[in-house]
C-alpha cells in the first residue's frame, strides 16, 4: 500500500537576508493510512509550517509532498485547490465556522464549493452532525454551540467531502481535558478507518495516548519519531 | 442558484445590521441623485413648455434669445425675408408676452398671452371645451387646462374679464403637453388681437415659426436667417438652447451637479464602508474557505454577486422612494415640477453600479491577498 504522506526533504524559510529564518530545514517522512500521527515540538519548530505544507497550503522552497503517491507541488493552483477540497480534511484550531450559517450549512460548504446540489449538500451535512451527535443542532448558529460542540462540527465539516487525510492543528487547545479526550476518543474509534490519515498538532500531552505515532520536531528538524501502538504493525 | 452564489447571498442578508445600513446607503443615495436631477429635468421640460406645445419645427428668433418667456421683438420685414427662403413651406408670426388680467373677481393675475398668426392658427392647441373658430369671435381667448388655470378662477366657456380696459372672454379650453414653469396660467388668442390689446413696442414679432419644406431645407434656412442677423434654430435646438441657460446661466445647474455628486458621494461612503466592514468581519472566515479549497475566482464571484445584489436592491428602494415623494409631492403641490425621466434613471443606475464596483473592488483586493497559510496558523 502507498503511503498516505511522503514528504522528502522540505525546506521552507520566511524572509531574506538578515531576516531570513528556516521554518522547516530538511525533513523527510512518511505517514500511513490508517494511523494518527502527532506532530509535537516547542513552539516555533515549524509544526504548522510542515502540516501546511503537506496539506497543500504552503508552497515549500524545497523538497516534495506526495499523498497517496501524487505529488502535490507538482500541480497548478486550481489543482491544488481542487487537492485540497476533495483529499483533506481541515479542522482548524479556531474553527472558523461561519457565525450567520446554521451548524449545518457551515458542515456542507466542501459539498457546496464541490458545486454539489445545495438541498442535497445540507441533507449530507444532517447525516455527518449526526455522527458527531449534532443532528438536534442542526439548524443552530454555530455560537449557540459551546467549545467542544463546534469543534465537533468543525470535524464533521472536515469529514463531509470524505478526505484521505485529516490534518488538526491543536484540535484540544481551547477544550478542558474531558471534553478533549471525549473528541480525541470520538475521532480514534468514528473518524479514523484503514483508508484514512490522521495528522495532529498539538502540545497538549494529556491526548498522546491515541497517536499511533509521535514525531517530535525542534527547530525546524525532527529529533525523533516515537511509535506507540501497542506491539507495533 | 448556484451553490457558492447562495452561499455568498446567506453570508450578505443573514447579517441584517450590516446589509440594511448597505441598503439605506444606497437607497439614500438614489433617492438623491433621481430627485435632484429629477427636478431639474422638471424644471428644464417646464421651461420649454412653449415650445414643446406650439410644435413648429423652426423658430426664428433674435440671437440674444435665451430663454422662450423673454423674446426680443423683431420687425415685419424679418417676416417677409424668411417667408421668401427657398425651402420655406410657410412662416407665420407668433405674439409671446405677459400680461395681467383683472379677473371679476376683483383680482389681478398676470398671464402669459399666445397670439397665433390670424391666417393660420399654427401652433394652435387641442380643444377640450369650445370650437377653434370661435377664436375669431370678439374678445376671444382660449385658456389652457394646466396646473396653473386654477388661479384665474372658476373658468368656463363665456367666463369674462378685464384685459387693458379690454373686455376678455373664454371661448375654449384647451389641453397641453407641457405647463410651463413660472406658475402662471397661459391664454392663446389671436396675432392681431394679442398686439391690439397689450401696449408693446415698435416692433411685434416675437418668433417667426417656419415649417420647412423637407427635413433638408433646414440647414438652408438657417443659413438665410443668419444673413439676416437672426438665427432659426429647430425645436429640440431651442429646447437644447433654454436647457443651456437654466444649467450654466442660472446657478441652478451647477447647483443639482454639486448635489448630485455629494449625494453620490455620500452614498459610496456610507455604502462602501459598510461593504469594507463586511468584508474585513468576513475577512477570516474567507480565508478558511480558500484553504479549504475555494478557488481565487469564486470567491471573486460570491464578493462581486454580494455588491450587484446588494446595489440592485438599494437602487430599487431609492427609485420607489423618489417615486413615492414624487407622487405625494405632486398631489399636494399641482406645480411641482420633477420628471422621473429614463436618463435620470440610467444615470442613477450606472452610479450605484459604479458604488458596486468600488465597494467590491476593495474586497475582493483584501480577498484576493489573504492568505490561507496565516488563516491556518491563527
Ligand atoms: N509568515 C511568516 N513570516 C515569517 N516567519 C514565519 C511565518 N510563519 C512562520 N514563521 C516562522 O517560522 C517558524 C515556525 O513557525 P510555525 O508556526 O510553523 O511554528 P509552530 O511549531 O507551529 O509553533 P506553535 O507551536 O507556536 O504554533 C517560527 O519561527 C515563525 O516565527
Ligand atoms: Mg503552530
Known amino acids: ?233 | 442558484m448556484n451553490g457558492t452564489l447562495k452561499l455568498a447571498f446567506k453570508l450578505l442578508v443573514n447579517d441584517k445590521g450590516k446589509y440594511a445600513a448597505l441598503l439605506v446607503g444606497i437607497m439614500f443615495a438614489v433617492f438623491l441623485m433621481v430627485q435632484m436631477t429629477s427636478i431639474f429635468s422638471g424644471i428644464l421640460a417646464k421651461s420649454s413648455s412653449t415650445v414643446i406645445n406650439l410644435g413648429a419645427q423652426v423658430w426664428v428668433m433674435d440671437p440674444a434669445v435665451n430663454n422662450v418667456a423673454n423674446s426680443i421683438p423683431m420687425p415685419d420685414y424679418v417676416l417677409d425675408a424668411v417667408r421668401s427662403i427657398n425651402g420655406v413651406k410657410y412662416a407665420v408670426p407668433l405674439y409671446s408676452g405677459g400680461a395681467l388680467v383683472k379677473l371679476r373677481s376683483g383680482v389681478f393675475q398676470s398671464v402669459t398671452v399666445l397670439g397665433l398668426d390670424d391666417n393660420s392658427l399654427f401652433g394652435r392647441p387641442e380643444l377640450i371645451a369650445g370650437k377653434i373658430e370661435d377664436i375669431y369671435a370678439e374678445n376671444a381667448f382660449i385658456a389652457v387646462q394646466d396646473a396653473e388655470i386654477r388661479k384665474l378662477g372658476d373658468i368656463r366657456l363665456g367666463t369674462d374679464f378685464e384685459l387693458n380696459d379690454h373686455r376678455g372672454v373664454i371661448v375654449g379650453i384647451a389641453k397641453v403637453t407641457a405647463s410651463g414653469l413660472f406658475g402662471i396660467p397661459t391664454l392663446y388668442t389671436t396675432y392681431s388681437r394679442a398686439i391690439q390689446y397689450i401696449p408693446s413696442t415698435r416692433f411685434t414679432i416675437s418668433y417667426i415659426l417656419v415649417e420647412p419644406k423637407n427635413d433638408d431645407a433646414i440647414l438652408h434656412i438657417q443659413e438665410q436667417v443668419k444673413r439676416l442677423g437672426y438665427q432659426a434654430l429647430t425645436k429640440e435646438e431651442f429646447m437644447q438652447k433654454i436647457a443651456n441657460y437654466y444649467k450654466y446661466q442660472t446657478g441652478l445647474g451647477t447647483n443639482i451637479f454639486i448635489m448630485t455628486i455629494v449625494s453620490f458621494l455620500v452614498g459610496l461612503s456610507i455604502s462602501g464602508q459598510t461593504f469594507y466592514t463586511f468584508i474585513l468581519e468576513n475577512l477570516e472566515k474567507f480565508g478558511a474557505l480558500k484553504a479549504i479549497g475555494a478557488k481565487g475566482r469564486e470567491l471573486v464571484y460570491m464578493i462581486l454577486f454580494q455588491a450587484t445584489f446588494t446595489a440592485l436592491v438599494g437602487y430599487g428602494l431609492g427609485v420607489g422612494l423618489c417615486t413615492l415623494i414624487i407622487t405625494a409631492a405632486k398631489l399636494k403641490v399641482p406645480d411641482y415640477s420633477a420628471n422621473i425621466t429614463f436618463t435620470t434613471l440610467a444615470f442613477a443606475f450606472v452610479m450605484v453600479l459604479i458604488i458596486a464596483a468600488i465597494s467590491s473592488y476593495i474586497g475582493i483586493r483584501k480577498v484576493l491577498k489573504i492568505e490561507p497559510f496565516d488563516i491556518f496558523r491563527g
Not at chain 1, 494511523?35 to 510542515?50: A, H, M, N
Not at chain 1, 515549500?60 to 481542487?82: C, F, Q
Not at chain 1, 455560537?143 to 462540527?153: A, I, N, P, T, Y
Open chain 1, 1 to 233: 500500500m502507498n503511503s498516505a504522506v511522503s514528504a522528502h526533504e522540505l525546506i521552507k524559510w520566511f524572509g531574506e537576508g538578515d531576516a531570513k529564518t528556516f521554518a522547516v530545514s530538511g525533513v523527510s517522512f512518511e505517514a500511513n493510512f490508517g494511523e494518527i500521527f502527532f506532530i509535537v515540538g516547542p513552539s516555533g519548530s515549524g509544526k504548522t509550517t510542515l502540516l501546511s505544507m503537506i496539506s497543500g497550503i504552503l508552497r515549500p522552497n524545497s523538497g516534495t509532498v506526495a499523498i497517496d503517491s501524487v505529488e502535490i507541488w507538482k500541480l497548478n493552483p486550481d489543482r491544488i485547490a481542487e487537492f485540497r477540497l476533495n483529499k483533506v480534511g481541515f479542522v482548524f484550531q479556531d474553527y472558523h465556522l461561519f457565525p450567520r450559517l446554521t451548524t449545518a450549512e457551515n458542515v456542507a460548504i466542501p459539498l457546496i464549493l464541490k458545486k454539489h446540489d445545495w438541498d442535497e449538500s445540507i441533507r449530507e451535512a444532517v447525516g455527518y452532525l449526526e455522527i458527531v451527535g449534532l443532528k438536534n443542532k442542526a439548524e443552530l448558529p454555530p455560537v449557540k454551540l459551546s467549545g467542544g460542540e463546534q469543534q465537533r462540527v468543525a470535524i464533521a465539516r472536515a469529514l463531509v467531502s470524505k478526505p484521505d487525510i485529516l490534518i488538526f492543528d491543536e484540535p484540544t487547545a481551547s477544550l478542558d481535558g474531558d471534553t478533549g479526550r471525549r473528541i480525541m476518543d470520538f475521532v480514534k474509534t468514528e473518524v479514523l478507518n484503514d483508508k484514512r490519515c490522521i495528522l495532529i498538532v498539538t502540545h497538549d500531552s494529556r491526548i498522546f495516548e491515541f497517536a499511533d505515532r509521535i514525531m517530535t520536531m525542534e527547530d525546524g528538524k525532527i529529533v525523533g519519531i516515537e511509535n506507540r501502538r501497542d506491539g507495533a504493525e
